[in-house]
C-alpha cells in the first residue's frame, strides 16, 4: 500500500513555456500533498503544502504565481511550473500524507529548462 | 539556520560492517521523525519514530530516538552494497504536518 505515482518522470522543454507535474496517491486518499525541490547532493527543500479544496501554501520565498498548485481531489495534486527557465531546472518530488501523518513519496519527475 | 543536522555527511565501509548514523535536531514538542533511503529516485520510507526508547526494526536496519537528548540513530548491520544510499531522516515541525529534512548522510558500502 501507500503508493504515489508522479508523471512525467521525466521532460525536457524550452524556456518560457509551462510544465504541469502530476502527483497521484494509488491506494489511499491524500487529504494534504507537498511538493519539494532537490538540488544535485542536497537535502529536499520543501515548497508548497497542498491541501484538497483549498489553496496550497507556499514556503517561503518560493513564488506562488510561478509555481501553481491544485489540489483538485483527494488523490490528485499538480504542480505547474509556469513560463519556465532554465534555473528552474531541479528534481521535483511530491509526498502525500498517510493516516500516521507519515509521508510517502513519488518518484520525482526530473524537469530541464533549455 | 539548520534545525535537524546529520552526521557523518559521508561513509564508506566494507560488506558486512555495521553503520550507525545520526539524526540530531533542534525541533521540540514534535510529533514524529522519520527516517528515508533514498537510492537515485525518489526517498523511500524506512521508519516512523514517536516514541523515545522504543527500537523500530526491520530486517538488519533499526533505529531509536531520543526526546531528551534530541536525537535519532539508525543503525545498519552486516552492510551490503545495496544499502549504499542518501539515509535522510525528517522531523514533524510542531503544530503542522510538515517535515523538516536534515542535509543526509551519504553511504558508500564497498564489495
Known sequence: ?114 | EDKVVQSPLSLVVHEGDTVTLNCSYEVTNFRSLLWYKQEKKAPTFLFMLTSSGIEKKSGRLSSILDKKELFSILNITATQTGDSAIYLCAVEEPGTYKYIFGTGTRLKVLA
Open chain 1, 1 to 114: 500500500g501507500a503508493v504515489v505515482s508522479q508523471h512525467p518522470s521525466r521532460v525536457i522543454c524550452k524556456s518560457g513555456t509551462s510544465v504541469k507535474i502530476e502527483c497521484r496517491s494509488l491506494d489511499f486518499q491524500a487529504t494534504t500533498m507537498f511538493w519539494y525541490r532537490q538540488f544535485p547532493k542536497k537535502s529536499l527543500m520543501l515548497m508548497a503544502t497542498s491541501n484538497e479544496g483549498s489553496k496550497a501554501t507556499y514556503e517561503q520565498g518560493v513564488e506562488k504565481d510561478k509555481f501553481l498548485i491544485n489540489h483538485a481531489s483527494l488523490t490528485l495534486s499538480t504542480l505547474t511550473v509556469t513560463s519556465a527557465h532554465p534555473e528552474d531546472s531541479s528534481f521535483y518530488i511530491c509526498s502525500a500524507r498517510g493516516l500516521a501523518n507519515e509521508q510517502f513519496f513519488g518518484p520525482g519527475t526530473r524537469l530541464t529548462v533549455l
